[in-house]
T-cell receptor, first 110, second 118 residues
Framework: SQKIEQNSEALNIQEGKTATLTCNYT??????LQWYRQDPGRGPVFLLL?????KEKRKERLKVTFDTTLKQSLFHITASQPADSATYLC?????????FGAGTTVTVRA | GAVVSQHPSWVICKSGTSVKIECRSL??????MFWYRQFPKQSLMLMAT?????????EQGVEKDKFLINHASLTLSTLTVTSAHPEDSSFYIC??????????????FGQGTRLTVV
């Protein structure tokens, strides 16, 4: 069966450090992978999309890598700030629908 | 980015009653809308896909007679939870797309509706 696993449920880091989140998938052959941010009691907000032929994508302090051989994506938040505290979800398209991992909740301490 | 508005943001209802949740695309025509449910600390689970002017497609295990979806216009889809029970209490989120476009680019989500059935 298809699975999307995000490595940890929660990640606590000090302000200014880099947060690294992992997304592993099985039984998907995605042409691309997406990352979303979800704040408590809110819907997800799109952050980044990376295609299978792209190794790395950046947007401001965010960096995403995509390794289709390892079936893994890494999501980095550099120079983290308390405002980055949220749950981050990875998402893949399979069978014409978007499927999500359970998310990793990041808490950045000032 | 495109704006998707969901209403209400929260609702409390008595067991056995029905609740309607609206999802509107404010600045584009949404031929396809998706309804998700999210339990605490869990992933978003797709419940159904609705296409304007046709019947919704429900995911396995989702009762179509309990979760009624109507997508009568290109800017509005509604989800009605009929005869709600406490186990239906959850966070319901809609997503809208101009076509299948969102499967190739980003998806636009509503702000979600917290349903509590007492």
């Amino acid at each position: 069966s298809q699975k999307i696993e995000q490595n940890s449920e929660a990640l606590n880091i000090q302000e200014g450090k880099t947060a690294t989140l992992t997304c592993n998938y099985t039984n998907y052959s995605p042409a691309y992978l997406q990352w979303y941010r979800q704040d408590p009691g809110r819907g997800p907000v799109f952050l980044l999309l990376i295609r299978e032929n792209e190794k790395e994508k950046r947007k401001e302090r965010l960096k995403v890598t995509f390794d289709t051989t390892l079936k893994q994506s890494l999501f980095h938040i550099t120079a983290s700030q308390p405002a980055d505290s949220a749950t981050y979800l990875c998402a893949l398209v399979g069978d014409y629908k978007l499927s999500f991992g359970a998310g990793t909740t990041v808490t950045v301490r000032a | 980015g495109a704006v998707v508005s969901q209403h209400p943001s929260w609702v409390i209802c008595k067991s056995g009653t029905s609740v309607k949740i609206e999802c509107r695309s404010l600045d584009f025509q949404a031929t396809t809308m998706f309804w998700y449910r999210q339990f605490p600390k869990q992933s978003l689970m797709l419940m159904a896909t609705s296409n304007e002017g046709s019947k919704a497609t429900y995911e396995q295990g989702v009762e179509k007679d309990k979760f009624l979806i109507n997508h009568a216009s290109l800017t509005l889809s509604t989800l009605t939870v009929t005869s709600a029970h406490p186990e239906d209490s959850s966070f319901y989120i809609c997503s809208a797309a101009p076509a299948r476009a969102h499967l190739n680019t980003e998806a636009f989500f509503g702000q979600g509706t917290r349903l509590t059935v007492v």
